[in-house]
């Protein structure tokens, strides 16, 4: 059972790894209606939201909504939609 989690983990990070972010910190996701934002996304912790597998579900900042998140490729986006995500940021933890 420790191994599967630790399984689990390597794979979350490894993902993160190749979409251009680190071990985990601030990274751009994509919501279900297609806005980006920054969020805090730390491999096998949630403290803002629910997690499922290499998705989340918490609250887009940009459309008032609770919905299912991902982590999205830096190099997957413009110059435009990285400046639109670092506008806006989920709720920071206290």
Known sequence: MVALGVLALAVEAGGLWRSGYGLGGEVIVRCRDGHLFRTLWIPGVSVKALRLGWWRVQRCPVGA???????VARDALSAE??????????ARLP
């Open 65 to 71: 909504h609770w919905t299912l998140v991902s982590p």
């Open 81 to 90: 939609q990285i400046a639109t995500a670092q506008a806006a940021h989920d």
